[in-house]
């Protein structure tokens, strides 16, 4: 019994040693709210932080990264949607709180709720066609996300019995609904492009770092359009550092919410260890620069996986840069509502790009990114129409594309972004040279 409790004490010990330590300070930036956090080196320990901050909306205008031995230092200047400094010290309790307890790997269930996962073809109405089906099948879609890129669909749906309002559990239930959902999402016999469903009652991975794994997995990054051939959204180059044996990877693209995660993200989950970093935005551009190695200490090898990483990196901005017409759809919740909503759009020749999908309190509410059939930008007459039919006061207009966004980037923008890398990367570097940053090497 002693040596139990001698135990419990060198364990309490580890955990205050180990545990996050989290300084939120309003004073320093007039423009920002300073988060600091000093943690132990852990893979994955940098996305959960920029997790629980971007799972709150807010913007991190800049970011420093560093490591010292085993030890990281990160600083996030960060806002709210509308560029404002946190005033609502719930919110700043709730950051301070949630990072200090990543360290040991707690994560938010989706409870009484059945978890789908979805990847095929992408094509005109198969939104529609998947929500009918589950309407048809006596399935509510509670909460759902989907995301379209280069050809391809991964979504997440969390489902309950329309009748019971429980999980769905019965397994010959799950192989018909897995079954026929697959026969919708097939769109050719080309083993690659081959559907592929799943159903689980303990999904635990959030849904949005699932949704790039997803995404990963169906080898998304190596199917590109013309379309994004000739207007690349996000420019990605990697080098390597062979003095201090570091990968440098660069990024420079528009800036957006949620930016910082996605990149974090897909550096994480192809099991890259983030040692230095910094994050710069500036009116609507970012430009981001890591210093990445393997988990195993290596700097990228090859040119075949420095061609890899700059691919995912593309894709994996470019994910969630959807075009098209934003709407928002508020209204009661009722069996077959998203079946009948997509149907509406199919109909009138709209296609669905991006969505996201929320119930509570009876009330749904529903965003989708729009474009006409051919991927362009939709005609606000056609617009104007659906909302029409589904009723002006449901379905709202929320946000158009910007010019910029529909132009692309020009020679000279580019020029200016390769500029950007450089110099990046020589500040960088001298402030090694200099001793103002510790290697860990």
Same mark, same amino acid.
């Given at each position: 019994m002693a040596m139990k409790g001698y135990l419990d004490e060198y364990e309490k010990l580890v955990i205050r040693m180990n545990t996050p330590r989290v300084v939120i300070d309003n004073g320093v930036c007039s423009s920002a709210t300073i988060v600091k956090v000093d943690s132990p080196r852990g893979h994955g320990i940098l996305l959960e932080a920029v997790q629980i901050l971007t799972d709150l909306n807010l913007s991190i205008k800049k970011a420093y990264i560093s490591s010292d031995g085993r030890w990281n230092m990160d600083v996030f200047h960060v806002t709210d949607i509308n560029g404002n400094k946190l005033n609502d010290q719930s919110v700043l309790k709730y950051i301070e709180q949630s990072i200090e307890t990543v360290y040991y790997g707690e994560n938010i269930e989706v409870n009484g709720l059945t978890a789908l996962e979805l990847t095929g073809t992408d094509r005109i109405g198969l939104l529609s066609e998947m929500f009918a089906v589950l309407s048809d099948l006596n399935c509510d879609v509670v909460d759902a996300k989907l995301w379209t890129h280069n050809g391809r669909v991964a979504s997440m749906i969390y489902l309950k019995d329309c009748s019971s309002g429980s999980p769905i559990l019965d397994s010959h239930r799950i192989s018909k609904i897995e079954g026929r959902l697959k026969n919708v999402l097939n769109g050719d016999s080309d083993v690659k492009s081959a559907a592929k469903t799943c159903v689980s009652v303990d999904m635990m991975t959030h849904i949005e770092r699932r949704l790039h794994q997803l995404m990963f997995e169906d080898r998304d990054y190596e199917k590109r359009s013309k379309k994004q051939e000739r207007s690349p959204m996000v420019v990605v180059t990697v080098q390597n550092w062979a003095e201090r044996g570091y990968s440098v990877v660069n990024v420079h693209c528009r800036d957006r919410t949620k930016l910082l995660f996605d990149v974090v993200c897909t550096l994480t989950d192809m099991e890259y260890a983030v040692f230095h970093a910094t994050i710069n935005t500036s009116e609507d551009q970012a430009h981001l620069e890591f210093y990445i190695r393997h988990k195993d200490g290596s700097p990228i090898s090859s040119e075949a996986e420095r061609q890899r990483v700059i691919q995912c990196l593309e894709a994996a901005v470019e994910r969630r840069a959807s075009e098209g017409v934003r709407?928002?759809?508020?209204?009661?919740?009722?069996?077959?509502?998203?079946?009948?909503? !997509?149907?509406?759009?199919?109909?009138?020749?709209?296609?669905?790009?991006?969505?996201?999908?929320?119930?509570?309190?009876?009330?749904?509410?529903?965003?989708?990114?729009? !474009?006409?059939?051919?991927?362009?930008?939709?005609?606000?007459?056609?617009?104007?129409?659906?909302?029409?039919?589904?009723?002006?006061?449901?379905?709202?207009?929320?946000?158009?594309?910007?010019?910029?966004?529909?132009?692309?980037?020009?020679?000279?923008?580019?020029?200016?972004?390769?500029?950007? @890398?450089?110099?990046?990367?020589?500040?960088?570097?001298?402030? *090694?040279? *200099?001793?103002? @940053?510790?290697?860990?090497?």
């Open positions: 709407l928002e759809l508020r209204h009661p919740d009722k069996q077959g509502l998203l079946a009948e909503v !997509t149907r509406t759009f199919r109909e009138n020749g709209l296609n669905v790009t991006r969505t996201e999908i929320s119930t509570s309190c009876g009330m749904a509410t529903n965003i989708f990114y729009v !474009t006409d059939a051919n991927g362009d930008e939709a005609d606000t007459k056609l617009i104007e129409s659906v909302r029409e039919k589904i009723g002006f006061e449901c379905l709202r207009v929320k946000e158009m594309p910007s010019v910029n966004q529909r132009k692309g980037d020009g020679e000279e923008h580019q020029q200016t972004k390769a500029v950007l @890398v450089s110099l990046g990367s020589l500040v960088w570097r001298n402030l *090694f040279s *200099f001793g103002l @940053v510790k290697s860990c090497s």
